[in-house]
């Protein structure tokens, strides 16, 4: 069993729908990652949260941490959100500061 | 101008081939890493560097090999290329517990 775990691994939407993605992970960790990658392959971070709950213009994380779940929301979305979603975890104690990373979840957002 | 850059961005190769991949940044990090995608697969870490005399074997260095010539290039290299090392290819900086990456450089072996 994978140490993080994200749900769904594909996701298919239509334009203006909320949209939510789930990240479970199995060790205790220091901070929670969730990144972007669009279909030309870039990765950038979105959020890094430890707990409680970071907003970005249409986009929410969240972080339950006695539960070790973490959601990624998206509000009203739109074609230019398709693109792979992928949750990391920093393990707690790690002082390599190694990540931990999910397979990733797959977004289509129809018109 | 891009902060993390990696040359080249796509490479077909043939088995047996000898290949470098480069990777410089201007973000000042001391942290370097090099990661391999495949689909449907998380990242999975090849080498990382803490600076230029710190290299570390990450979980599947296995036929590969790094340099760090300097604080700003990390490069990877495929001593003998072989098709299931066809593969997106990533480096990325940290600063604390944050990661930047690379464009990415697609690699295929014949």
């Known amino acids: 069993k994978n140490e993080v775990e994200q749900s769904p691994q594909n996701l298919t939407a239509q334009e203006g729908e909320f949209i939510t993605i789930n990240c479970s992970y199995s060790?205790?960790?220091?901070?929670l990652h969730w990144l972007q990658q669009h279909p030309g392959g870039g990765i950038v971070s979105l959020f890094m949260?430890?707990?409680?709950?970071k907003k970005h213009g249409r986009l929410i994380a969240t972080i339950n941490i006695q539960e070790k779940h973490s959601s990624l929301h998206i509000t009203a979305s739109h074609p230019r959100d398709s693109a792979v979603y992928i949750c990391?975890?920093?393990?707690?104690?790690?002082?390599?500061?190694?990540?931990?990373w999910g397979a990733g979840t797959k977004l289509i957002i129809k018109p | 101008d891009a902060d993390v850059t990696q040359t080249p961005r796509n490479r077909i190769t043939k088995t047996g081939k000898r290949i470098m991949l480069e990777c410089s940044q201007t973000?000042?990090?001391?942290?370097m890493y090099w990661y391999r995608q495949d689909p449907g697969l998380g990242l999975r870490l090849i080498y990382y560097s803490f600076d230029v005399k710190d290299i570390n074997k990450g979980e599947i260095s296995d036929g590969y090999s790094v340099s760090r010539q300097a604080q700003a290039k990390f490069s990877l290299s495929l001593e003998s290329a072989i098709p299931n090392q066809t593969a997106l290819y990533f480096c990325a900086t940290a600063r604390y517990n944050e990661q930047f990456f690379g464009p990415g450089t697609r690699l295929t072996v014949l």
């Open positions: 990391a975890v920093t393990p707690r104690g790690n002082s390599n500061y190694q990540l931990i």
């Open positions: 060790v205790g960790i220091s901070a």
């Open positions: 949260l430890s707990s409680g709950k």
């Open positions: 973000k000042g990090h001391d942290r």
